[in-house]
Each structure stands twice: as C-alpha cells, then as structure tokens.
C-alpha cells in the first residue's frame, strides 16, 4: 500500500491514473483520474483515506462503510458510483466528480437572502428524502458535504457515518462517543441513535439556521455534555439575530431545530413541500418568538433529559413508508356529486391508515394555450381565489372527520393549459407518493379530449388511484 | 465463483428444489453443503440423492449433526422428539447411505471461505451459534475472513473489526452486501428445510467470491405438499405443522 502522501500526479492504480490532486483533506485524497481505457462519460475522481501508521480505526471503518453503501446508491442525489480498491493493495472509490464547489463557501456569506436560504433547503431537503427513500440516513449533513448540479440537483457526499437500514452497521459498536460533526448533531445522535432519517432534517435545520442568522444555534460544541444542552435548551430565535426574518422561515427552521423528531418534519419531502409554498405554512408560537425560553424551562428540560432514554426508533425504510405525501385533484367543474363523494371516501380511508401522511389538495384552472386569459369574473372576482375557495370547501368534511391539522393539509390551484402535464410535474416536483384522482364518466367529452386520469397513470412516477363512480 | 450455501436441508424435498432452481437462475456455479440433510422431513433418500449428485459436481458438502445421530445416537443437545423421526429416517437408508454420511468432513475451505456446520471452534460438539460471544470465537480460530455456518435456523451475519469490536445483523432478503476484506463476517444462511424465524419460506446464501458481495435469499415453496409428506409417512404432526409456521 502506497502511502497517500506519497503519491503523485501521473502515478498508476489499478485501472486509473491520478492527474491532478483537487483536495487534501484530514481523512482522505481527492484526485482527478482517468481510467487507462477508454472515455468515461463523466469525469471521475479518485477518493483514497489518509490512514495513518496503519492503525486508525475512525479512518477504516469510514472508509469500510463508504464502499460498502456507495455502489448501493442511485440517482441524481449522490455522486455515482464507479469502483472501489480493496484495503489488501490500496483502497480507494472512483466515482463521478460533481462540479464545482460544495455549499461551504456560502456559510462564510451568511446571512443569506431568505429566497436563497429557502431555495437552499428546498433542494436539500428533496435530496435527502431521495437517500431516504433509498433507505440511507446521512448523519453528517452539513455544507461541506452538499454540492450541487448545474442542473439545480443537491447532491450529498461523503458516506463515511452513514447508516443503511438494509446492510450492517460497521458504525454501531466501534465508538464510544457520539458520531457526527458537533455543530450540526441531532439529539438522537448525541444519544447514540443511528437510524432515525429525521437526524437529517435536524442537521438541515443547523444549517439553514446559520445561513439565515450566519450563527450556529448550537455553537461549536467539543464535549460530549456541550453536545448534551442541545437535549435541553433551545437555539435562540432566528430573528433574535435577524430581526426581519420572515415568520415561515423561522417556523421551518425552528421546527427542524425541535428536540423531540416527533414534532419535527416528519421527511424530507414534507418540508421541501413547505419551503416550495411558504404562503401555506400554518404559522405557531415557534413564529413568534423574538427570544428563548426562559431558564426555568430549560431547568425542567434539563432533569427530562437526564434520564431520558432515546426511544426505539422505526428505521429510514420504515419511516418515509409512513409519512407519505398523498395529492388528491379535485376537478372543480366536471365533476359530479357522486364523484366528489367517493373521492372524499378514497381519500379518507387512504389518510386515516397513514397517521403521519400528508395531503395536498390540487385543482388546475385552465388557461388557453393563446390569447388573453380572463382571471377575473363579471364582478371582478379573482377566479383563483374561487378555485381556492372551492377546493378548501371540498377538504371540510375530510378536515373535520379525520381532525386532520394545519400541517397535514396544503391547498394548490396551478395555471396550465395542459391539466395531467400539470398534476404530474407537481407530483414530481413535491415527491409525492400516490395520487388519487376522479375519471370523467364515459361522456362525449372524454372521447372527445381524452382522458386526463389515464394520461396521468401513463406518465406519473407515483401510484395513482383512479376513482370511478 | 458465484457460491450457492445451503444449510439444514432436513430431507425437506419441496425447499430444496425450490432453492437449487432459484440458485441456478442466480448463476451459482459452486455449493457449499452445510449439513443436516436428514432428520424432520419425509424425503431423507431423495435430499441424500441430491446432495451426492451435487458432489459430483464439485460441491462441498459436511456433515451435520442430524446426520451423525444416523450412526452414534443423538447428541444431548437434540431434543426427545428427535428420536422418533431418527428411528424413523434410519429405517428408510440403505447401508451405502450411511457409509456416505460418515465419509462426510466436519469442516472445509475453500479461496478465502471457512465453513462447518454447528461452529468452527469445536465443529464435532455442535454448539449453537447464538450470540456474537459465541460467533467471535469461531471468527478467531481461523485466517479466512469469511466463515459460513448452519445449524441455526435463522439467517445472521455477525461482522468483527480489527480492533476486536463485533456486531450482529439480521440480513434482508435479497439485499446485497459487499463484505469488507479488513474485518471478519460470519454468516449463518438459515435453513433450507424447516426455517424457524416466523416465515415458512426456504432460507440460503450466494456468495461472490469475487466481488465479496453476500445475498441472503428467501424461496417460497410448496411447503403443503412438505408438511403432507410427512403426515403420511406417519413422522409427528408438529414436523408438519412448523413447516406451515415456520417456527
């Protein structure tokens, strides 16, 4: 095994050469390769760990993890995956190189602008549930570790305290304090909590708190009792540094921030959901706050959190399983009462056997595809006001018999001229998990438009249920 | 070599054949026969059969202790119910059966693999594998990496670094692993003829031997047609009915 630091541009390993060093950092070597044959279709990058005097279990097991987990991964969200070298000869990962630079650099501007800071979240956020989804808790979420496409995508990096719910975890015994980056730690993890894909969110919440107030809520802790308050004391408000925080953001950010996961976002979707339409936040007392809570709070909290043991926590696979984000779209006008009826029921019994799911209620106002479109009625009523209205009012008796809160119900209407395009790209675009929809009856009509229901089946990413009378 | 493990196979005809298709669609080119072919189930000639023509194929094939109470009795590990179905499987084997089961080894390697059926660190006493207590000693009695063993019926990977931590895994079905070479695993597939983990489906393993990449499998099969076999051959109905269990 060559020492890393020995190696040189121009060097040979196995099937690549290094051409450039982009990155020398505590725990390993980036380097620019390219393979002896042929073109890779995207320029790739050689990662190597830095081990040092042969025994550093940190290092290795890191390492161990990030080969392991790595080839697992796809999708745009993670750099992907190429080869690996074993530890006998020299061990090291090729994988795509992501480029430009990672979030880092941006930490240094904070205070960003609030559109920045929510557009920020948002991708982190949709990236996060990707993993998620893919089974995988991060636990090391930070700006350092976040790059982004030219595409827009976020991408996440650096898998070395990551944990699959599906594959062993190499991490769970070898250490005896707490694993992650002191700034941006959840709760859990200070407790040794590994598999709860809210973690993520948590360290999500740092950041964004940070890049709003360009303050860590938490400081910089280097103890295991500095990692501990976070147990018990909240992080100052945001617009106690920024006064002109806008009320959603430090909702968001606040509630990302909370203690308990039960009362933060329950995925990644939900919140990107929120960032996505701040106007659709229900706003709570943790809006209003200009300063913490008192100490005597922080007391009480403080002997809770002492013999708190954290609960048994369902895994990342389990949990996104259970949160999911359901669309029902509600055709304002070619729908009957009957229809609206069974759609109402669908959508009730597919709500009440996810406790944790959330809806959003979507209805399309058709625009022409030329010429001026009239957005007002003869009294110059707005008409999207009047969808609003009328999807709010064929939500009520679904909100009252299921006591379904503010947070688990948003409102949509979209301007498209093309209604199943439209659903679709807001399907995708919040990550939704299973559309319900009525079908027009066998009418002259649909044989004369087309169905809009089966362009939808045809073209969504997600489950739909078509709901027929 | 794609290596397909199977363990504890329990003249269960049904699951074998269901699990020696599904490993052939894998593209296994290898087994590794962990014992326990006789005993339980109603088809102890046929899985004999079978495991023999997988020898002649170059398979690896041990012996378990189900198949060593043939000859020398039961062990005291093995509970009472045992020896109705032993007197019963002994009546149904020729001489040229048993002569095969003795000529059985305890142990065998192969590349970078280990495998026994009960442990291998006292692979003649048949020790359950039950805790990473147990599972770390027999990591340790070897050089291999990889060590592969039956005898328990449910399917776990135990891992041990090199700084002597270990770490215990209940594998999913289907889920690939790629096994790091710095640490030691030990793997234990589960059992192909009477799982006991709630789910009547078969349990075994393929192991890449190149890649170091380990999928544990789950086979559904006819385990009706296994349970009623046993009924009319007259074994207790309890073997029948943990085969519909799985427990």
């Keep these: 095994m060559t020492p890393p630091g020995k190696l040189q541009a121009g060097d040979v390993i196995d099937q690549f050469r290094l051409k450039n060093k982009l990155h020398q950092g505590g725990m390993a070597t980036l380097w620019d390769v390219e393979p002896l044959q042929g073109e890779p279709d995207v320029p790739l990058i050689m990662k190597i760990p830095r081990i040092k005097g042969g025994e550093d279990p940190a290092t290795i097991v890191g390492f161990e993890v990030e080969q392991m987990v790595m080839p697992m991964l796809s999708g745009p969200h993670v750099p992907r995956f190429v080869t690996k070298g074993d530890f006998i000869q020299q061990p090291y990962i090729v994988m795509e190189q992501i480029q430009g630079e990672s979030l880092r650099p941006r930490l240094d501007k904070a205070p960003l602008p609030f559109e920045e800071v929510a557009d920020i979240g948002q991708r982190v956020a949709f990236a996060l549930h990707e993993l998620h989804k893919q089974h995988l808790v991060h636990l090391d979420v930070k700006p350092s570790n976040i790059m982004f496409r030219t595409s827009g995508e976020a991408v996440l990096v650096d898998f070395g305290l990551s944990r699959h719910a599906q594959l062993p975890d190499l991490l769970e015994e070898e250490f005896s304090l707490p694993m992650g980056t002191g700034p941006y730690m959840s709760p859990e993890q200070v407790q040794f909590i590994r598999n709860d894909p809210r973690s993520d969110l948590f360290a999500l919440g740092v950041m964004l708190y940070h890049l709003t107030t360009g303050e860590r809520p938490f400081g910089n802790p280097t103890s295991v009792s500095g990692l501990r308050k976070r147990l018990y004391t909240d992080a100052m408000p945001p617009r106690a540094h920024r006064p002109n925080t806008p009320p ?24 990107a959901l929120d960032l996505q339409h701040p106007d659709q936040i229900p706003l709570t007392k943790r809006a209003e706050h200009m300063a913490p809570r008192g100490s005597l709070s922080n007391i009480k ?119 199943a395009h439209a659903l679709v790209e807001f399907a995708n675009k919040n990550q939704v998990d299973h559309i319900v929809m009525g079908a027009r009856g066998n009418s002259a009509l649909r044989r004369y438009l087309g169905s809009v229901s089966a362009q939808v089946v045809a073209e969504a990413e997600c489950s739909v249920t078509v709901v027929r009378v | 070599m794609k290596l397909a493990i199977l363990s504890d196979l329990h003249a269960n005809r049904q699951a074998t054949e269901a699990v ?34 997988r020898m002649q194929e170059g398979a690896i094939a041990l012996k378990g202790n189900h198949d060593d109470a043939i000859r020398h009795g039961s062990s005291h590990n093995m509970g009472e119910h045992v020896q109705e179905s032993l007197n019963w499987t002994r009546q149904q084997l020729s001489a040229a059966h048993v002569a095969f089961i003795e000529s059985l080894p305890l142990v065998a390697e192969l590349d970078d693999c280990h495998f026994a059926h009960a442990n291998l660190h006292a692979p003649s006493q048949w020790a359950y594998l039950d805790g990473r207590m147990e599972a770390v000693r027999s990591m340790q009695v070897t050089t291999h990496p990889f060590v592969f063993c039956g005898h328990m019926h449910q399917p776990c990977l135990y891992h041990l670094s090199a700084a002597g931590k270990s770490g215990e895994f209940s594998p999913v079905d289907g889920t690939p692993i790629i096994l790091s070479p710095m640490r030691r695993w030990l793997a234990i597939p589960g059992s192909v003829g009477q799982p006991r983990d709630g789910n009547p489906a078969a349990c075994y393993a393929v192991f890449d031997t190149g890649s170091k990449q380990l999928t544990f499998h789950r086979v559904p099969y006819d385990h009706e047609r296994a349970a009623q076999r046993i009924i009319e051959a007259g074994l207790p109905l309890f073997l029948a009915q943990r085969l519909r269990d799985g427990r």
């Design chain 1, 301 to 419: 909290r403080w002997f809770k959190a002492m013999g708190a043991e954290p609960e048994a926590q369902a895994n990342a696979t389990q949990h996104v399983e259970h949160s999911p984000i359901i669309m029902v779209a509600i055709a304002t006008k070619a729908s009957t009462p009957e229809l609206d009826k069974k759609l109402l029921a669908t959508v009730r019994r597919i709500m009440q056997i996810e406790p944790g799911a959330r809806l959003a209620c979507v209805s399309i106002m058709k625009m022409n595809r030329v010429g001026m479109d009239k957005l007002m009625d003869e009294e110059g009523n707005s008409l999207h006001v009047q969808q609003l209205v009328a999807i709010k009012h064929w939500a009520r008796p679904l909100q009252q018999q299921l006591q379904l809160d503010e947070h688990r119900l948003t409102f949509h209407v979209l301007e498209a001229t093309d209604t």
């Design chain 1, 248 to 271: 959603w953001l430090q909702e968001v950010i606040m509630r990302c921030l909370e203690v308990d996961p039960a009362k933060r976002y329950q995925t990644g979707a939900q919140l």
């Design chain 2, 20 to 53: 020696w298709e599904h490993a052939t669609q894998q593209g296994c080119d290898k087994t590794a026969l962990l014992g326990d072919y006789v005993d339980y189930g109603a088809d102890p000639v046929w899985v004999l059969d079978f495991v023999q023509q």
